[in-house]
């Protein structure tokens, strides 16, 4: 019985200790890109779709589009990607496992912020 209650207890603390990354909790993936979330409020634009497999790496491409100011889109990518393992390594441009991600900003038609995701393999250093 009292390794019940230790384990309940154990179970608690662990709980409360380490709560959940609500960061990025409510917010889907992105299907192509596997591991990149897709902020709330931004909807993926299918056919901007474009995945290219080279010796070196995968090529993927995806825009997404909704009506949230840049600069919170800036701020939900830069806090949540390097929790996933993106290294900031410049403005919106992450670097994982050989990989570098790029994100592109910019305002479109009835004021949405449109972005494009990138992925790219790494450069081979010489």
């Known amino acids: 019985m009292d390794f019940m ?7 608690f603390a662990i709980t409360f200790y380490f709560p959940p990354n609500i960061v990025y909790s409510q917010s889907a993936f ?27 790496g995968r090529i993927v491409e995806v825009a997404a ?7 919170k889109v800036r701020e939900f990518y830069a806090d949540t990607l390097p929790q996933l ?12 496992d ?12 009835n004021r949405n912020t449109r972005i494009k995701f990138s992925i790219t ?3 081979i250093k010489p």
Do not use: H, Y
Not at 99 to 109: A, D, F, G, M, P
């Open 121 to 123: 393999p790494e450069p």
């Open 98 to 109: 050989k990989e570098i991600l790029s994100i592109n900003l910019s305002i479109i038609v």
């Open 30 to 56: 992105i299907s192509i890109l596997n591991d990149v979330p897709l902020m709330s409020g931004l909807k993926i634009q299918k056919q901007t779709a474009l995945i290219f497999d080279t010796p070196s």
């Open 85 to 96: 393992g993106w290294r900031d390594v410049g403005k919106n441009i992450f670097l994982r």
């Open 65 to 71: 589009v909704g009506k949230i100011p840049l600069l």
């Open 5 to 11: 209650k230790n384990l309940l207890f154990l179970s």
